[in-house]
């Protein structure tokens, strides 16, 4: 088996399958839904779908909690379904990119089912279990904070232990220490291969290998739970057991990650992981890693230009801006108003994307992105239905009551709700998503921000994205080029180039919303120029650009 990277020429779209599409009029998106788009994403241009998970689930954390791997939950549909699905997007070269959840399975999982009844259980060692501390043993095990906030530990009655779950009570977390817990997860990941998926998305998968002994460490535990003692060694037995013999691609959710370490994790000679995503382009405009702040365009570059110089030659990019845990970026990076000026939607949209697709790197479109949907308005503390909202908003009312108005603020513009609101397909009722009460608001701009709309518009984000989609493909700039970052310390532009066997792109961006004076000083060859892309109307030379419009983008292409 060769395997043909062909994640490096991929586009790649996010189905969020609650919120895509209803096919049974249940007000809960399913695969009969996801099916009845396929010519859409296929008319979209895009060649992959990561699909977030749609196994059997309590869906305590919207199916990141599973509870049988190698089922489908019967809200989505049947595996009958999920194959019909699969032949459907292979059948029009679209690729399926599966979600791995394996750092933390479900409390409902029959392992830990099996785990929970007694300390000598043959699943015991499938978890983390350990005494309590103090006098009464009612204390902690040690001082990790959960991801969704409080103790990472929750105690069990059943044997008077704690068991760890760095995510919520009913995620508890998977000993990869135990080589039976890693050949299940093999096991899985081979069925799946089987069944036909192209890839993976590892979930969290910076946090399988924990520290021996647990010890407190920083942050909540982050150094001893995050890029672990043995985690190359893990995933470079997942790669040399399965993923090696499949011409598939995984791609790492890898929170906190820096330059190095993504190479550690996919170097080409490693054998571990292919891509990772990094989350310092967030990170840079948050505090404490979450609570978001203005954007600063100049460390964003920063971001990205030191992503792309240090994974050139010997790693790969994931570009993204949203997905299902984050928030819409026309309202993360530019205003966050869902009733934004249109005009500045549109254009801040289709700019956002020429930012970041014409660097080096397969890029995520979420879904959504294409048309330029935005953060929603929160009008009650009960429009929080994210576990990870209500569990925040739990513990400040226990412990900080007075901060409440300042968390219900910042969750306005994190919160991970904002992009999981129903996909807008037209203006009739529920956006075209359900004939049914969908299973949670959809964003009251619907009537205006829809797929119908935006076929109807021929200056639409759909058709922006249509173009740059099609021009990314098979173009050998786009996906071998030298990355060169221009005019590095400008606060309101992003320009750069790519470079590629004497031909050179250049990507112009403007992200304010006023005019912005553009003088090249470079001195370029302007001979064999074409602009391949803007999101204004004009026809203006490379050399006659003075001025940029608010939110202007445009690409030139020198050959
Ligand atoms: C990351 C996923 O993207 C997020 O949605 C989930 O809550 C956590 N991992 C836990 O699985």
Same mark, same amino acid.
């Given at each position: 088996?060769?395997?043909?990277?062909?994640?490096?020429?991929?586009?790649?779209?996010?189905?969020? +399958?609650?919120?895509?599409? *209803?096919?049974?009029?249940?007000?809960?998106?399913?695969?009969?839904?996801?099916?009845?788009?396929? *010519?859409?994403?296929?008319?979209?241009?895009?060649?992959?779908?990561?699909?977030?998970?749609?196994?059997?689930?309590?869906?305590?954390?919207?199916?990141?909690?599973?509870?049988?791997?190698?089922?489908?939950?019967?809200?989505?549909?049947?595996? *009958?379904?999920?194959?019909?699905?699969?032949?459907?997007?292979?059948?029009?070269?679209?690729?399926?990119?599966?979600?791995?959840?394996?750092?933390?399975?479900?409390?409902?999982?029959?392992?830990?089912?099996?785990?929970?009844?007694?300390?000598?259980?043959?699943?015991?060692?499938?978890?983390?279990?350990?005494?309590?501390?103090?006098?009464?043993?009612?204390?902690?095990?040690?001082?990790?904070?959960?991801?969704?906030?409080?103790?990472?530990?929750?105690?069990?009655?059943?044997?008077?232990?704690?068991?760890?779950?760095?995510?919520?009570?009913?995620? +508890?977390?998977?000993?990869?220490?135990? +080589?039976?817990?890693?050949?299940?997860?093999? /096991?899985?990941?081979?069925?799946?291969?089987?069944?036909?998926?192209?890839?993976?998305?590892?979930?969290?998968?910076?946090?399988?290998?924990?520290?021996?002994?647990?010890?407190?460490?920083?942050?909540?535990?982050?150094?001893?739970?995050?890029?672990?003692?043995?985690?190359?060694?893990? @995933?470079?037995?997942?790669?040399?057991?399965?993923?090696?013999?499949? /011409?598939?691609?995984?791609?790492?959710?890898?929170?906190?990650?820096?330059?190095?370490?993504?190479?550690?994790?996919?170097?080409?000679?490693?054998?571990?992981?292919?891509?990772?995503?990094?989350?310092?382009?967030?990170?840079?405009?948050?505090?404490?890693?979450?609570?978001?702040?203005?954007?600063?365009?100049?460390?964003?570059?920063?971001?990205?230009?030191?992503?792309?110089?240090?994974?050139?030659?010997?790693?790969?990019? #994931?570009?993204?801006?949203?997905?299902?845990?984050?928030?819409?970026?026309?309202?993360?990076?530019?205003?966050?108003? +869902?009733?934004?000026?249109?005009?500045?939607?549109?254009?801040?949209? $289709?700019?956002?994307?020429?930012?970041?697709?014409?660097?080096?790197?397969?890029?995520?479109?979420?879904?959504?992105?294409?048309?330029?949907?935005?953060?929603?308005?929160?009008?009650?503390?009960?429009?929080?239905?994210?576990?990870?909202?209500?569990?925040?908003?739990?513990?400040?009312?226990?412990?900080?009551?007075? @901060?409440?108005?300042?968390?219900?603020?910042? @969750?306005?513009?994190?919160?991970?709700?904002?992009?999981?609101?129903?996909?807008?397909?037209?203006?009739?009722?529920?956006?075209?998503?359900? /004939?049914?009460?969908?299973?949670?608001?959809?964003? $009251?701009?619907?009537?205006?921000?829809?797929?119908?709309?935006?076929?109807?518009?021929k200056n639409?984000?759909?058709?922006?994205?249509?173009? @740059?989609?099609?021009?990314? $493909?098979?173009?050998?700039?786009?996906?071998?080029?030298?990355?060169?970052?221009?005019?590095?310390?400008?606060?309101?532009?992003?320009?750069?180039?790519?470079?590629?066997?004497?031909?050179?792109?250049?990507?112009?961006?403007?992200?304010?919303?006023?005019?912005?004076?553009?003088? /090249? #000083?470079?001195?370029?060859?302007?001979?064999?120029?074409?602009l391949?892309?803007s999101n204004y109307d004009t026809d203006e030379?490379?050399?006659?650009? $003075?001025?940029?419009k608010?939110?202007e983008?445009r690409?030139?292409?020198?050959?």
């Open positions: 088996m060769v395997r043909t990277n062909w994640y490096k020429d991929a586009v790649v779209y996010q189905i969020y +399958p609650r919120s895509f599409k *209803d096919g049974n009029g249940d007000g809960m998106g399913d695969i009969k839904g996801i099916i009845s788009k396929l *010519d859409y994403l296929k008319d979209l241009g895009i060649t992959a779908v990561w699909l977030s998970p749609c196994y059997m689930s309590p869906n305590d954390d919207n199916g990141y909690d599973i509870s049988d791997y190698r089922d489908i939950d019967p809200q989505f549909g049947t595996l *009958d379904d999920w194959k019909e699905m699969i032949s459907g997007m292979h059948e029009r070269g679209i690729k399926l990119i599966m979600d791995l959840v394996v750092n933390h399975s479900s409390d409902e999982h029959e392992w830990f089912k099996e785990s929970r009844k007694s300390k000598d259980n043959p699943y015991r060692d499938y978890y983390f279990w350990r005494k309590g501390k103090g006098k009464n043993g009612k204390k902690p095990p040690n001082t990790w904070v959960s991801r969704f906030g409080g103790s990472a530990w929750e105690y069990d009655e059943t044997t008077r232990e704690y068991y760890l779950h760095l995510f919520s009570k009913k995620q +508890p977390d998977l000993n990869w220490d135990n +080589p039976k817990v890693r050949a299940e997860v093999q /096991d899985i990941v081979k069925y799946w291969l089987d069944l036909g998926v192209d890839g993976f998305r590892c979930d969290v998968i910076t946090y399988i290998s924990k520290t021996e002994g647990l010890p407190n460490g920083f942050l909540g535990g982050d150094n001893m739970f995050t890029h672990g003692p043995n985690i190359h060694k893990y @995933l470079n037995e997942l790669n040399e057991k399965v993923l090696s013999k499949y /011409d598939c691609m995984t791609v790492g959710e890898a929170s906190g990650v820096t330059v190095e370490q993504a190479l550690l994790y996919t170097g080409e000679d490693r054998h571990e992981l292919d891509t990772v995503f990094q989350f310092e382009q967030v990170e840079a405009n948050a505090y404490f890693r979450i609570i978001p702040k203005k954007v600063n365009l100049k460390k964003t570059k920063h971001v990205f230009s030191k992503w792309q110089a240090g994974l050139y030659g010997h790693g790969w990019n #994931s570009l993204y801006l949203e997905n299902h845990d984050q928030p819409r970026c026309v309202s993360r990076y530019i205003v966050d108003n +869902p009733n934004m000026d249109d005009f500045c939607r549109k254009q801040s949209a $289709k700019m956002l994307a020429t930012a970041i697709y014409f660097q080096q790197g397969t890029p995520y479109i979420y879904q959504g992105q294409e048309i330029g949907m935005t953060n929603i308005e929160f009008e009650n503390e009960s429009d929080h239905v994210d576990i990870m909202a209500r569990n925040i908003l739990g513990q400040i009312k226990k412990y900080a009551p007075f @901060l409440k108005r300042f968390a219900l603020k910042v @969750l306005d513009i994190f919160s991970r709700d904002n992009a999981r609101t129903p996909m807008q397909w037209n203006a009739d009722e529920n956006a075209g998503f359900s /004939d049914a009460e969908p299973w949670y608001r959809v964003n $009251k701009n619907y009537k205006k921000i829809n797929v119908e709309e935006s076929y109807a518009d639409s984000v759909l058709n922006f994205f249509k173009k @740059l989609i099609s021009i990314r $493909k098979g173009n050998e700039i786009i996906i071998k080029g030298e990355y060169r970052e221009l005019y590095d310390s400008h606060k309101d532009l992003y320009v750069y180039d790519r470079d590629y066997n004497g031909a050179k792109l250049r990507v112009i961006c403007n992200f304010k919303n006023k005019d912005v004076k553009y003088a /090249d #000083s470079a001195g370029m060859a302007y001979a064999g120029q074409s391949i892309l030379k490379y050399e006659e650009v $003075k001025v940029l608010p939110y983008c690409v030139y292409m020198f050959t």
